[in-house]
């Protein structure tokens, strides 16, 4: 099976930056893409980033410009920097990966005050 472990979510001011680290382990052969979604209160789980296992990125329209996803292979690692956020983008953000099967992680918290 594999594993993914989100880390670097927190509390930050408006215009500040964070950035997300999926680490994956375990039968990583299995993933192609992995990808960051996020959840906020009463609101459906929306794609925020994703990354192909060539380095493909595709983007939300509403974190374009101001996010960037990563991806070292050699670590198994997917990062996720996420700069001039705004209180919008307060959410559960959660890393999933898809290939031969789909993982999803435990998901990271980031609050946006404003």
């Known amino acids: 099976q594999v594993q993914l472990v989100e880390s670097g979510g927190g509390l930050v001011q408006a215009g500040g930056s964070l950035k997300l680290s999926c680490l994956a382990s375990?039968?990583?052969?299995?993933?192609?893409?992995i990808g960051w979604y996020r959840q906020a209160p009463g609101k459906q789980r929306e794609l925020v980033a994703v990354i192909s296992s060539g380095g493909n990125t595709n983007y939300a329209d509403s974190v374009k410009g101001r996010f960037t996803i990563s991806r070292d292979n050699a670590k198994n690692t997917v990062n996720l920097q996420m700069n001039s956020l705004k209180p919008e983008d307060t959410a559960v953000y959660y890393c999933?990966?898809?290939?031969?099967?789909?993982?999803w992680g435990q998901g990271t918290q980031v609050t946006v005050s404003s």
């Open positions: 375990g039968r990583t052969s299995k993933l192609n893409t």
């Open positions: 999933r990966g898809s290939g031969i099967g789909n993982y």
